[in-house]
């Protein structure tokens, strides 16, 4: 939810962001001041701010916030300066361990009640804040990805939601009326363009091959160019094909907008994945969701693997162990932190405790996370920095119409061939 990056981004950019979070090495800082950096902007901003804002008061320290989309940018430029906010909302559990192993991130292990905080979190979410057995990231908000939204005024699924690919299919052809299109597609997020378009290669594999054949392959253990990576590349293909505007528009249009034209009139598209933040976001957060708008879980394709559900996480860091940044951290994971998130909406709790949603649509989607049988994380998320970038800039070239499936998969086998290499 994570999360994004280029390789490249211009010193003085780094440095403006940097400085109006007031991020340095800690000598000299206001000990009751946390300087934090994360991808949260507008109303998510807004959410988090409210969130810290009861810690503030009860312990008079305060909270400096920065939020970014270049944040990888930045703690990769961070972290042989030691240029650093106090604690970060980090890329993902990937970057964060390769952090860890630099020796940046500081260990959280003393910092929290880790027993308490083991019991209400769920253990997929508790095992992906660690590496080498020691905790290093804690999670503060949880996703749930793979929803089909839909505008109930179009047509309603919530009596009997499509259960396999092909029932989508059929039944979205079936009911579509004027829509322009079957899909509704936009992957642009700024310097993470393309990340959408990861999620749908992820949900399609995840259903066409399983968890085994998921994780095996962002671990660098299946290669791009396996036929089961193809067919998951394939098959979103055909999505982009049956998208409104086509491939040209869904690589300019902002992500947060993607899903508006399913209340165009007529309607621009019938369907529209993302996950369940989009509630909060576009034309969504105008509306009510359960009356105005819905969404049915990413349907089986292979019958062998319908119990599993991809997930995402916010993840956070500690780079400079202050007694209030500790402090911070403590309060961040509790249920009373997460249930004011969680509270205004768009959002699902990492702790099972909190249970403050303000609709059944985000109530389900929060149980739909805590109770999976199979809960699989974000892959890209968990991919080398360097995979991570080149998964969202083949997607953009492969959705534009300018590299074929082929060329990208070959493409990122390249990279994978490096990428995944034993550290010297």
């Known amino acids: 939810m994570a999360r994004r990056f280029r390789w490249f981004l211009p010193l003085v950019v780094i440095a403006l962001v940097m400085a109006a979070c007031g991020t340095s090495t800690p000598s000299g800082a206001d000990p009751k001041t946390v300087t934090v950096i994360g991808t949260w902007t507008d109303a998510e901003q807004d959410a988090f701010l409210a969130m810290v804002k009861p810690w503030e008061t009860d312990t008079g320290n305060k909270v400096k916030y920065q939020g970014t989309r270049s944040i990888n940018d930045i703690l990769a430029a961070g972290i042989p300066t030691g240029v650093l906010p106090d604690l970060a909302g980090l890329p993902g559990p990937g ?3 390769e952090y860890a192993k630099a ?17 209400e979190t769920s253990p997929a979410l508790v095992d992906l804040g660690k590496s080498d057995g020691k905790t290093y990231g804690i999670f503060i908000k949880a996703a749930l990805k793979g929803l089909i939204y839909y505008n109930t005024a179009s047509h309603d699924y919530s009596a009997s939601p499509p259960a396999t690919w092909d029932e989508l299919i059929s039944q979205g052809q079936a009911n579509m009326g004027d829509a322009d299109s079957l899909w509704c597609v936009g992957i642009e997020s700024g310097d993470a363009s393309g990340w959408p378009a990861t999620d749908w290669i ?19 253990k299946v290669k791009w160019t396996d036929p089961k990576i193809k067919a998951a590349f394939d098959l979103y293909m055909d999505v982009v094909k049956n998208t409104y505007g086509g491939g040209t528009n869904a690589v300019a249009t902002k992500f947060e907008l993607a899903g508006d034209p399913l209340f165009k009139s007529p309607p621009g598209c019938e369907f529209f994945e993302q996950a369940n933040f989009m509630s909060g976001l576009g034309k969504f957060a105008d509306l009510k969701a359960g009356t105005d708008f819905n969404a049915f879980p990413f349907p089986a394709i292979n019958p062998d693997y319908t119990k599993a559900v991809e997930g995402a996480g916010d993840l956070f860091g500690m780079f400079h162990a202050t007694d209030a940044a500790k402090s911070l951290m403590k309060y961040l994971v509790t249920a009373k932190a997460q249930d004011i998130w969680v509270k205004a909406g768009g959002a699902l709790s990492a702790n099972k405790n909190a249970t403050s949603y303000p609709d059944d649509f985000s109530k389900n989607a929060g149980a739909a996370v805590a109770n999976a049988e199979q809960f699989v994380f974000d892959a890209s998320d968990l991919m080398p920095s360097a995979m991570n970038a080149a998964f969202w ?26 990428a995944y290499k034993p550290a010297a």
């Open 103 to 119: 020796g940046a991130l500081q260990p959280l292990d003393e910092v929290l009640d880790i027993g308490t905080y083991t019991d």
């Open 393 to 418: 800039s083949h997607l953009v070239s492969l959705t534009s119409g300018s590299e074929t499936v082929d060329e990208a998969l070959k493409a990122l086998q390249t990279v994978a061939d490096d």
């Open 202 to 220: 992820e949900n399609i594999l995840l259903r066409q091959s399983g968890p085994e054949v998921y994780n095996d392959w962002w671990a660098g």
């Open 95 to 97: 970057q964060m361990a």
